[in-house]
């Protein structure tokens, strides 16, 4: 089940209004393979940027999470739903980014967060920035949650492994698994 569709299921018809569709991911450690310069490359010697082009044309999607505000049963909600198809849903910069701000406007507008897990973990090809986005998210979900008393609610799909778990997955009081 892709991102789109789970979007789908729990929001209201037209509600849905996306955050931050126009975020795309910068090959800021400029990651390649030593092979990259040769004619014919397989999957495994592209280029990051390659294969952020090609996640990019086959998902439809600028990275591996959606974001937005929509109802929930007339209920106005925040969600962030991955995308495993997008890089095994890994996580780097704009992930992060974009999973801390849809939190931060949750919080300014009282809103509950329902966040859809499913993801392979940190993406390697941003090293320490993919890193970094773990604190970022924890920090934010931190004031939401325990600074401000709102609801946050971590929905884990199959498969979700690595860092992600422990970025927002395990930080929510309410957890949901589904396969």
């Not at 986005?133 to 709102?150: E, F, P, R, T, V």
């Not at 884990?156 to 589904?178: E, I």
Request: aromatic share 8%; net charge negative; glycine share 8%.
């Amino acid at each position: 089940m892709n991102s789109s569709d789970r979007i789908e299921l729990p929001i209201d018809r037209d509600t849905w209004r996306p955050m931050d569709e126009d975020m795309y991911t910068l090959d800021v450690l400029q990651f390649h393979s030593e092979n990259e310069i040769e004619e014919h490359l397989d999957s495994e010697d592209e280029s990051y940027k390659d294969h952020i082009t090609f996640y990019q044309i086959e998902t439809g999607l600028t990275d591996a999470i959606q974001t937005g505000i929509g109802q929930l049963n007339g209920i106005p909600i925040a969600l962030g739903v991955m995308d495993f198809k997008f890089m095994g849903g890994s996580m780097g910069s704009v992930v992060g980014e974009k999973i801390t701000r849809l939190i931060e406007r949750a919080t300014a507008e009282s809103l509950p967060v329902i966040m859809v897990c499913a993801s392979g973990g940190a993406r390697m090809q941003e090293g320490s920035f993919s890193l970094m986005q773990m604190a970022k998210i924890a920090s934010a979900l931190y004031i939401h949650q325990k600074d401000k008393k709102l609801l946050y609610i971590s929905i884990l799909t199959s498969p979700t492994t690595g860092g992600v778990t422990a970025s927002f997955w395990h930080v929510g009081r309410y957890y949901y698994c589904r396969t």
